[in-house]
């Protein structure tokens, strides 16, 4: 065990109480804020709006994405 889990005595811990004790923890990450995207993110999302917006029946479905990438994997 790591010294802080042994400092924080999690390493006394039952493995069901250490597992619900992470899923606590990653339950808190994922409820706070996303951190910002960066400048390039940003701007590829921003065209990719901006094309939707420009070309909204320019779409494939589900059904079409999921069969190429079956299609894929078969080869």
């Known amino acids: 065990m790591t010294a802080i889990l042994q400092q924080l005595d999690?390493?006394?811990?039952?493995?069901?109480?250490r597992i619900a004790l992470a899923q606590e923890i990653l339950d808190s990450v994922a409820a706070?804020?996303?951190?910002?995207?960066?400048?390039?993110?940003?701007?590829?999302?921003?065209?990719?709006?901006?094309d939707h917006a420009a070309?909204?029946?320019d779409v494939v479905s589900l059904e079409?994405?999921?069969a190429a990438a079956l299609a894929r994997f078969a080869r």
Do not use: G, H, Y
Not at 10 to 17: E, L
Not at 37 to 45: A, G, I
């Open 10 to 17: 999690i390493d006394r811990m039952t493995v069901a109480d």
């Open 32 to 50: 706070e804020q996303p951190p910002p995207l960066s400048e390039t993110k940003r701007r590829e999302l921003d065209r990719r709006l901006a």
């Open 55 to 57: 070309n909204p029946a």
């Open 64 to 66: 079409e994405v999921e």
